[in-house]
């Protein structure tokens, strides 16, 4: 390709993601003001997070309680070099509360409920089940879009919670059960290293903003995927792809400018 | 006209449009829905060039066309599921579709029944619940009068003890017709029904068939059918619309199946081709 072929394919690829980004707004703040707007859905919104949280549970807790014992392993690696073991509880839980739990769960459910989600609104654009929505002049966006979004929004930091949980609970099985640790340490170690109002609250607020993230792309994916069986699979692939490198970047503002 | 329906004689009643021709009233009737120099492209490719034609109230008018000759894209436009680059489309009552606004474009869905090639039935509700979604939504009507109206359209469309089933477990036959009972549900005054006869074997489209014309009867709705299937146009069909190369032709079926456009002839023309194996003794 020739200098001004490339310059000129860049040109093109960055307004064709500034107008993305723009829909992408759009869209976000349609489905926003949709979910704002009577009537309430809350049976869909129901079943939504039974889809979306429920039918996460299982993958969230094994893959918190598999990385709390990562963390206690290497830790006690680590911390014992400088004759720190004491702090075990203290390096798993904040590691989990502030970074781990959030971010991780956020990779998790975008690649489990987040392309099932773009797939299955993906699916409902080929077979006219939208176009079949709006003849009735019932708006997609309400009926469809906005109970899953808000799923995901409520969803997410529950389940990044539990995530943290099962993560110290592993974190006690190696450090304390295995490697012969004292209990009582590895909790008041926690118990002394952890604030409410900056750690937990912090990774509240992360694991919410991750759920908005992975909500809106997710649906925003399904939503205008092309109507074949290959944008059914682009819109889910897609999503996870972009939720995921999404998540890593807003964690890295979210941490460099509120500090949590 | 008549000779069309006498070629397939059926039990249920005639339509309005033969009645009307029976009786010796004219063929022609006011237009309900009418297009003016329709123009659209998709990729490159120009779909309408200059489109316009007429849909006379109360009457089965059926488009037809070639595969890729536009006849759902012009469903669709009149539904206000896309927009042309061109042209205009007035609806009696409701105005122009093209410029209207989206507010406007939702109260007149709801004088729009739309029974989608597929279905377009939700999959994730059963039967009953797709047919009762579009009352849930707009009327304040109690669960015991919804349920009402759902048996009525249900004995409308001849459909029985599918209430519960999702539309996944339903034949071909019998999602087009719980599609068309949800088109129903509101009582429209105009109907759109994209492909109905395909992908069904020939005694279904019979029923179908029947199915159109009774429900043509019962409610005296707009009927704008899109087919290329010749034989069903012919049976059930009160106003043609051909499209052709970007173009619309249209009139009383018979006198454009017999006019003297070669294009429209060449569309209804009858295969000769013995079936394979006939006469090969």
């Not at chain 1, 400088?82 to 509360?97: E, K, M, R, S, T």
């Not at chain 1, 399904?222 to 074949?228: K, L, N, Q, S």
């Not at chain 2, 010796?24 to 120099?37: F, K, L, V």
């Amino acid at each position: 390709m020739s200098p001004t072929g490339a310059v000129s394919a860049l040109g093109a690829w960055t307004l064709g993601a500034v107008r993305d980004l723009g829909r992408f707004s759009v869209f976000s703040a349609a489905v926003a003001n949709a979910g704002r707007r009577p009537p309430l859905r809350l049976r869909r919104l129901v079943d939504e997070i039974y889809d979306t949280g429920v039918l996460s549970l299982l993958i969230v807790c094994v893959s918190g309680f598999a990385v709390g014992m990562v963390l206690a392993l290497q830790g006690h690696n680590t911390l014992s070099r400088f004759g720190a073991d004491a702090q075990l509880g203290a390096v798993v839980g904040l590691a989990l509360i502030r970074e781990l739990g959030p971010v991780l769960t956020s990779l998790l459910v975008a690649g489990r409920a987040g392309s099932a989600m773009a797939a299955e609104i993906a699916t409902m654009v080929v077979t006219e089940q939208l176009d079949g929505l709006r003849m009735m002049s019932v708006d997609p966006l309400d009926f469809v879009v906005a109970p899953k979004a808000f799923a995901m929004i409520l969803s997410m930091p529950l389940l990044s919670t539990l995530f943290v949980l099962f993560g110290i609970f592993g974190g006690y099985a190696i450090g304390v059960v295995v490697l012969g640790g004292d209990g009582g340490t590895y909790m008041s170690s926690l118990e002394d290293a952890v604030e409410f109002s900056e750690d937990v609250l912090g990774g509240l607020v992360k694991g919410t903003v991750f759920g908005v993230l992975v909500g809106f792309v997710a649906t925003y994916r399904g939503f205008t995927a092309t109507p074949t069986s290959a944008g059914v699979s682009a819109a889910a692939t897609s999503t996870v792809v972009i939720a995921s490198v999404a998540t890593l970047i807003v964690d890295y503002f979210i941490t460099a400018l509120w500090g949590v | 006209m008549e000779s069309e329906r006498q070629q397939a004689p059926r039990e249920c009643s005639p339509a309005p449009g033969q009645r009307a021709r029976e009786a010796g009233e004219p063929a022609a009737s006011p237009a309900q829905i009418e297009a003016r120099g329709l123009a659209y492209a998709r990729g490159g490719r120009a779909i309408f060039r200059d489109v316009s034609c007429r849909f006379p109230r109360g009457r089965i008018s059926v488009v037809a066309a070639a595969s890729g000759g536009g006849k759902t894209t012009l469903l669709r436009m009149i539904a206000c599921l896309i927009r042309p680059d061109r042209g205009e489309i007035h609806v009696d009552g409701a105005g122009e579709l093209v410029r209207m606004s989206d507010a406007e474009v939702r109260a007149f869905r709801r004088r729009v029944g739309m029974l989608f090639q597929f279905g377009a039935l939700l999959d994730t509700l059963s039967v009953y619940e797709n047919v009762a979604l579009p009352l849930r939504e707009h009327s304040r009507l109690s669960e015991v009068e919804i349920a009402a109206e759902v048996r009525r359209v249900f004995e409308a469309v001849g459909l029985e003890g599918v209430d519960d089933l999702l539309p996944g477990e339903l034949s071909g036959g019998m999602v087009k017709r719980a599609g068309l009972a949800r088109a129903l549900i509101e009582r429209p005054d105009i109907l759109l029904c994209d492909e109905p006869f395909s992908g069904l074997d020939p005694p279904t489209v019979r029923r179908v068939e029947d199915l159109l014309l009774r429900v043509n009867e019962r409610v005296g709705a707009t009927m704008i059918i899109t087919s290329h299937h010749t034989e069903s146009t012919l049976r059930i069909a009160d106003h043609l619309v051909m499209l052709l190369e970007g173009e619309a032709v249209e009139g009383a079926p018979l006198e454009l199946v017999h006019g003297g456009d070669e294009r429209v002839v060449d569309f209804f023309r009858e295969p000769e081709a013995a079936p394979r194996g006939v006469g090969a003794r």
